[in-house]
């Protein structure tokens, strides 16, 4: 099954607003799942609405609440989700700390009790187009192995970077996992062997196996699991929020979300650096120009190749498999019976 963006968009905000979200929740939910698919990331583009849903329905997640900021100091606010969907909670406090750190320089939000953000991308994009640096950190279940440990006891805890630049500005979103849990599903979904060392098995030894995976093994091995633990202990500590095991509900439809979310916006401009975004496009364009090495496409910079695939599915269409597009289905049909 192919879907444009706008068919994906369109049907996942109409099932939204069949589970009582408002027109704007909805709606931005909507963009951030088929952001995930346009992007090349199906971990976090449709296939997550099934559970998105049925939190909804199970009181788990509040698709109509608006989210409480509370500034502690000129510099710092208090995000309250209250259950609300994951990428409103999130936009709402991207504005917050946008608009705060124009005369503060610096401004961040702590947001806990909310739901999963899915990309993060698009939130410190829309940090660097005010002409801010955005900086992004979550957390999530533990879903991988300290180095040399056989137990899943740390999240995959990803950080997200954007800088202004010209004509792109630099965008890092990344796990400290070396895969995801969400495409670790979709490798089951689509029948897929897992790349070697994305995971172990329920032994502690290496698999290819989507289905025998029990724990994502950290990236750059030593060195992954120390960023993704002082990454948890970072936003535990300044949310609130859960550690380690006691994480839940990003995944399940059982539990409360208890997890996370850092948002840090830098106003160069309201620090005396007002021409911090030349300097960088001037840097970033020297590297896309570096001499590729023998047999290599040459050197891109974060957030080019998910550029391309974004482009390339603007014009084609995401591919959505047919597991997925099962589930979708029947939930469309339920709700179009509820409507």
Not at 35 to 62: K, N
Not at 219 to 227: D, V
Request: aromatic share 4%; glycine share 10%; proline share 6%.
């Amino acid at each position: 099954m192919r879907l444009t963006y706008e068919e994906e968009r369109d049907l996942v905000r109409d099932v939204l607003l069949r589970e009582g979200a408002p027109g704007a929740p909805a709606e931005v939910q909507a963009r951030w799942l088929a952001e995930g698919d346009l992007r090349g990331h199906p971990s976090h583009g449709l296939q997550r609405l099934p559970v998105i849903v049925e939190r909804i329905r199970r009181g788990l997640s509040d698709p109509a609440a608006e989210p409480q900021l509370t500034w502690r100091s000129d510099a710092a606010a208090v995000v309250d989700g209250r259950r609300g969907l994951g990428p409103w909670v999130a936009t709402r406090a991207v504005e917050g700390v946008v608009e705060r750190a124009r005369t503060t320089g610096v401004a961040l939000a702590a947001i806990h009790n909310s739901n999963h953000l899915g990309l993060l991308a698009p939130y410190v994009e829309q940090i660097a187009a005010a002409g801010q640096l955005g900086v992004m950190l979550t957390t999530s279940e533990a879903l991988v192995h300290p180095w040399d440990g056989a137990q899943a006891m740390v999240g995959t805890n990803p950080i997200a970077v954007g800088v202004p630049a010209q004509p792109e500005p630099f965008v890092l979103d990344m796990a400290t996992g070396a895969i995801s849990m969400g495409k670790i599903l979709d490798h089951r979904n689509r029948d897929l062997q897992l790349a070697s060392g994305w995971a172990i098995d329920e032994r502690g030894e290496a698999t290819t196996d989507p289905h025998a995976a029990r724990a994502i093994s950290p990236f750059g091995g030593a060195k992954g699991y120390a960023l993704a633990l002082a990454f948890e202990l970072i936003v535990a500590a300044a949310t609130g929020s859960a550690l380690g095991t006691d994480v839940t509900g990003t995944l399940d439809v059982e539990t409360v979300c208890n997890k996370g979310d850092l948002i840090i916006a830098i106003d160069c401009a309201a620090l005396g650096f007002p021409d911090a975004a030349a300097a960088t496009s001037a840097y970033l364009g020297a590297l896309r120009a570096t001499p590729a090495r023998p047999e290599t496409d040459g050197v891109s910079i974060p957030g080019d190749g998910a550029r391309v695939r974004r482009a390339r599915n603007l014009e084609q269409g995401v591919e959505i498999s047919d597991a997925v597009w099962a589930q979708v289905a029947a939930l469309r049909e339920r709700d179009g019976a509820r409507a």
